[in-house]
């Protein structure tokens, strides 16, 4: 047994992740696009640490015109082999991304960046303080020009 492989825990890559965990509640606009009209929404996100500390799952519900219009999963962690953050994303628009979106920290901003055969997107995190974190989700046909999709800001509700 002495030679056993001790079974790895969380790094401060991982715990920095917890920033996001909690009750939210945002404000967001939504741009127009190929899957939704202009207009403002709202969102309630919950988001908890998970699996050992190596994970943060986030589960969002945008709200229009008194419906729920958009729904998300995500599975954020540190990949300790390609030092970068992983994020895996699945949303009631029915698409499988090929990969997860990758990426890293600069300052307080969190940006990860995911493409597939339809182009590619790009979520941009950015902590203003322990209770309101600003999301931008991006799209680009080809990583050059960006168009934002939505816009929100989220304040801890819980």
Not at 106 to 128: E, P
């Amino acid at each position: 047994m002495a030679d056993h492989l001790a079974a790895p825990t969380p790094q401060e890559e991982h715990r920095r992740l917890a920033a996001f965990a909690g009750e939210w509640s945002g404000d967001e606009t939504v741009f127009a696009s190929r899957w939704a009209e202009a207009g403002p929404a709202t969102a309630k996100v919950t988001a908890r640490v998970a699996l050992g500390g190596f994970c943060l799952v986030q589960d969002t519900v945008q709200t229009r015109d008194g419906r729920e219009s958009f729904a998300t999963h995500g599975v954020f962690t540190w990949d300790r082999e390609s030092r970068l953050y992983k994020l895996f994303w699945h949303d009631s628009l029915g698409y499988n991304p090929p990969a997860p979106a990758s990426g890293g920290w600069k300052d307080n901003t969190l940006t990860l960046v995911r493409g597939s055969l339809r182009g590619n997107a790009r979520h941009v995190y950015t902590i203003i303080d322990d209770t309101t974190y600003t999301l931008n989700i991006q799209f680009s046909p080809d990583s050059e020009g960006w168009a934002d999709v939505l816009t929100g800001t989220y304040r801890r509700i819980g």
